[in-house]
């Protein structure tokens, strides 16, 4: 099982090409994330961190406005209606984890956390975890259309990069509810943590469905 090379787009190289970006797109939001949060905890809401939030915002309008165009493609020129269903929803679920990367950083941007020195290095070991947790997903995706062969090998590492992020979650907000900053902090950051982690859990859903699709066409 998954052994088997194919590619889907005998038929248009367009569907390729916008299959191709959206999940380029995934992997930039990705990317930016890491770079946003590494800025905002050296300089919080600094014109800097505005500015990769703002791109986070573009990147994620473009890849609202490539799901559209692959939907429509999908449904008027009827392209492989045998797995049209699943691409349309495997589509609309990657598209939770670039929303939920604009959602964060919208929300450091907005809520202004007071964050201490001393967590600053767990907090940017989780978002890393999260970004490559995404970025694996996508490359999973990406060889869903393409090699059969390699989609088991990125979704085990969205798996152990998920479970990487919850580990890493857990232990920082126990260690912030063991500390003696108030209590409205604790909870504030105990609030934004678990929005972080939850960009792993979406990209963990996703590989679940991908891994029945792929089982499914390869029946």
Not at 45 to 52: G, H, I, N, V
Not at 97 to 120: A, G, L, S
Not at 123 to 140: K, P, R, S, Y
Request: include cysteine.
């Amino acid at each position: 099982m998954f052994n088997v090379k194919v590619s889907f787009f005998s038929r248009t190289k367009s569907l390729e090409n916008k299959i191709d970006l959206f999940h380029d797109k995934i992997i930039d939001a990705a990317m930016t994330f890491k770079k946003a949060m590494r800025i905002f905890l050296e300089e919080k809401r600094s014109d800097e961190y505005r500015k990769q939030s703002k791109q986070i915002k573009q990147i994620e309008h473009d890849a609202d406005a490539l799901r559209r165009d692959i939907e429509n493609k999908l449904y008027i020129q009827n392209l492989i209606p045998d797995l049209r269903a699943d691409v349309l929803h495997l589509v609309e679920n990657l598209d939770k984890i670039i929303n939920k990367f604009d959602e964060v950083t919208y929300k450091f941007y907005i809520e202004r956390p007071d964050i201490p020195k001393e967590y600053h290095l767990r907090l940017t070991e989780l978002c890393e975890q999260v970004a490559d947790c995404a970025e694996n997903m996508a490359i999973a995706s990406r060889a869903f259309f393409r090699d059969f062969s390699t989609v088991r090998d990125y979704s085990q590492k969205v798996y152990f990069m998920e479970h990487e992020s919850d580990l890493s979650s857990g232990r920082l907000q126990e260690a912030i509810y063991d500390s003696d900053i108030p209590l409205a902090n604790k909870i504030q950051l105990g609030g934004l943590i678990t929005e972080v982690a939850d960009i792993a859990d979406i990209a963990e859903d996703c590989v679940d469905e991908l891994l029945i699709f792929t089982i499914k066409r390869d029946i």
